[in-house]
Nanobody
Framework: VQLQASGGGLVQPGGSLRLTCVVS????????MGWYRQAPGKQRELVAS???????YYADSVKGRFTISRDTAKNTVYLQMNSLKPEDTAVYYC???????????????WGEGTLVTVSS
């Protein structure tokens, strides 16, 4: 199983980006999805997460601006980021809890980070 994150880049304050995390490999189900970020000199923090689309969490700092979603058919997870602020600058990581077998355990996987820079 591999996770490939993309979509980062340089954007001006107030702009938007959509991050994409594509999952490849032998997958039975994606149970939990999350996006984390780590700014320079800071600890990695949870930005958004959802459990099969039922329970969704957003950090207070991104509520109303970020949206986590998925395309089940494409095994892809998205993070739509609007009204970006300089303090959103960080490396963003996707994190998935998934099963490779119907009766197997939920395993945790991380994608490589994608850098988001918000600056004028």
């Amino acid at each position: 199983v591999q996770l490939q994150a993309s979509g980062g880049g340089l954007v001006q304050p107030g702009g938007s980006l959509r991050l994409t995390c594509v999952v490849s490999g032998n997958i039975f189900s994606i149970n939990t999805m999350g996006w984390y970020r780590q700014a320079p000199g800071k600890q990695r923090e949870l930005v958004a997460s959802t459990t099969s689309g039922i329970v969704t969490y957003y950090a207070d700092s991104v509520k109303g601006r970020f949206t986590i979603s998925r395309d089940t058919a494409k095994n892809t997870v998205y993070l739509q980021m609007n009204s970006l602020k300089p303090e959103d600058t960080a490396v963003y990581y996707c994190n998935l809890g998934l099963k490779t077998k119907r009766f197997g355990p939920v395993m945790n996987y991380w994608g490589e980070g994608t850098l988001v820079t918000v600056s004028s």
